[in-house]
């Protein structure tokens, strides 16, 4: 089957020349298909929310902005080796390359310099950022151990609702040969709704589970039971 001259090899059609002899712009390509969890906000959390909270305007309904995942490590000051395993399991987990923090100021109690490594952070938006909260809500957090729901008291007051994970063991793409040791994750959602009844709404249609009023979360480790001494 013959080319197109003006199609370029990956398919995406190149510049052409006008009649006036000046090259018009290249075509976009398509856009990529939209995740399962987005087709799912678009189809049935919407319509959801709408009849909830009454809105007039579609732009009115809450969406996500982004997603930001920070790791702190303090043990880099000591330790250069566990920047780069933190960075890789970072990746692993998000599908994108973090960042490094450095300290902007210096402590001497933790022996610490300005400057120095002290933690990692990824933003995510767009299609990743809704396929990591898929992968989030559906497959890691239900590996975690008792778990019971996500703590619903920890939004901000302005819509955005952020998430503390003891282990990045909970994800399936982490394999626990390959990790050092366990390290916690800060996940932070922020959306564009004005109060917290909102945007807990809004992740509970897409799939967030949030434990129950008056339920305390269960600790990673359970406590031996008390033995009685015979007499």
Same mark, same amino acid.
């Given at each position: 089957?013959?080319?197109?001259?003006?199609?370029?090899?990956?398919?995406?059609?190149?510049?052409?020349?006008?009649?006036?002899?000046?090259?018009?712009?290249?075509?976009?390509?398509?856009?990529?298909?939209?995740?399962?969890?987005?087709?799912?906000?678009?189809?049935?959390?919407?319509?959801?929310?709408?009849?909830?909270?009454?809105?007039?305007?579609?732009?009115?309904?809450?969406?996500?902005?982004?997603?930001?995942?920070?790791?702190?490590?303090?043990?880099? *000051?000591?330790?250069?080796?566990?920047?780069? @395993?933190?960075?890789?399991? /970072? $990746? +692993? %987990? =998000?599908?994108?390359?973090?960042?490094?923090?450095?300290?902007?100021?210096?402590?001497?109690?933790?022996?610490?310099?300005?400057?120095?490594?002290?933690?990692?952070?990824?933003?995510?938006?767009?299609?990743?950022?809704?396929?990591?909260?898929?992968?989030?809500?559906?497959?890691?957090?239900?590996?975690?151990?008792?778990?019971?729901?996500?703590?619903?008291?920890?939004?901000?007051?302005?819509?955005?609702?952020?998430?503390?994970?003891?282990?990045?063991?909970?994800?399936?793409? *982490?394999?626990?040969?390959?990790?050092?040791? @366990?390290?916690?994750?800060? /996940? $932070? +959602? %922020? =959306?564009?709704?004005?109060?917290?009844?909102?945007?807990?709404?809004?992740?509970?249609?897409?799939?967030?589970?949030?434990?129950?009023?008056?339920?305390?979360?269960?600790?990673?480790?359970?406590?031996?039971?008390?033995?009685?001494?015979?007499?």
């Amino acid at each position: 089957m013959a080319r197109n001259p003006r199609e370029s090899e990956n398919g995406t059609q190149s510049a052409e020349p006008s009649q006036n002899g000046q090259t018009k712009p290249a075509r976009p390509a398509p856009p990529a298909e939209k995740s399962r969890l987005h087709q799912r906000y678009e189809r049935d959390v919407v319509p959801a929310l709408v009849r909830d909270f009454n809105y007039q305007n579609p732009m009115q309904v809450p969406r996500l902005s982004k997603v930001s995942v920070n790791v702190g490590v303090g043990e880099a *000051i000591a330790n250069a080796k566990a920047l780069d @395993a933190t960075v890789r399991d /970072v $990746s +692993i %987990i =998000t599908g994108q390359k973090p960042i490094v923090k450095k300290a902007r100021k210096s402590i001497a109690q933790f022996k610490l310099r300005e400057g120095q490594n002290v933690g990692v952070m990824v933003t995510l938006r767009g299609e990743r950022m809704w396929e990591f909260l898929d992968r989030l809500m559906n497959a890691a957090l239900p590996r975690t151990r008792d778990f019971r729901g996500v703590p619903s008291r920890s939004f901000d007051g302005r819509g955005n609702f952020t998430l503390g994970l003891r282990e990045q063991l909970i994800f399936p793409e *982490i394999s626990y040969d390959q990790v050092d040791r @366990a390290r916690g994750l800060e /996940v $932070s +959602i %922020i =959306t564009t709704a004005s109060t917290d009844q909102e945007a807990r709404r809004l992740l509970e249609l897409l799939g967030m589970p949030f434990q129950r009023e008056g339920e305390a979360t269960p600790a990673v480790t359970a406590r031996r039971p008390a033995t009685r001494r015979r007499r």
